[in-house]
């Protein structure tokens, strides 16, 4: 139980583009999902909280224009990067707290590299 | 905010030696501490977590002991194995709060 999927698995863009990436929660309801960015050989950074139906909570230096995240349902947040740039290239990784279970336990998705050519 | 410093950065060990990682966090109300384990180009994955109300916990060859006091929690690898490789995250969260706060990352070597 407690699986959480994103698509896609890597994507290229072109500088100046849009990228949508999505984050499900296939076995479980999540009313919270976290948004990470991962660059190489560092730590994960919260971008941003999405709750569902509501406005999402962005970390401090996070530019929420650039990052706009949607959560709509209760198993699906999607966050999409507008205007590219090469300095976006990353990994991204959702999570989401399974309610049903621990308080405190998120399950991450697989990850979206994100390269911006 | 929470910040949760890790140490250490990088660690070599020789196959069967043990391994350890220490955390110290800032938020005295954190009361969840999970370790993550991450190989390269994929996602973290929950190894071990410890709640405030308990000072420690095993599972087969992965410890983690809590000390409130001090405000610091470690990782411990036994009888580590090739496989262990990988990058190890610790990481805490308050009560109130939503977030998990990771630390920086080891980054563990185990030597055959």
């Known amino acids: 139980g407690a699986v959480v999927s994103q698509h896609p698995s890597w994507v290229i863009c072109k500088s100046g583009t849009s990228v949508k990436i999505e984050c499900r929660s296939l076995d479980f309801q999540a009313t919270t999902m976290f948004w990470y960015r991962q660059f190489p050989k560092q730590s994960l950074m919260l971008m941003a909280t999405?709750?569902?139906?509501?406005?999402?909570?962005?970390e401090q230096g996070v530019e929420k224009d650039k990052f706009l995240i949607n959560h709509a349902s209760l198993t699906l947040s999607t966050l999409t990067v507008t205007s590219a740039h090469p300095e976006d290239s990353s990994f991204y990784i959702c999570?989401?707290?399974?309610?049903?279970?621990?308080?405190?336990?998120?399950?991450f998705g697989p990850g979206t590299r994100l390269t911006v050519t | 905010g929470e910040n949760v410093e890790q140490h250490p950065s990088t660690l070599s060990v020789q196959e069967g030696d043990s391994a350890v990682i220490k955390c110290t966090y800032s938020d005295s109300a954190s009361n969840y501490f999970p370790w993550y384990k991450q190989e390269l180009g994929k996602r973290p994955q929950l190894i071990i977590d410890i709640r405030s109300n308990v000072g420690e916990k095993k599972d087969q060859r992965i410890a983690v002991t809590l000390n409130k006091t001090a405000k610091h929690f470690s990782l411990h690898i036994t009888e580590t194995q090739p496989e262990d490789s990988a990058v190890y995250f610790c990481a805490a969260i308050t009560a109130a709060g939503n977030k998990l706060t990771f630390g920086g990352g080891t980054r563990v070597l185990v030597k055959p």
């Open positions: 999570s989401a707290r399974d309610l049903s279970g621990g308080a405190y336990e998120q399950y």
């Open positions: 999405s709750n569902e139906g509501s406005k999402a909570t962005y």
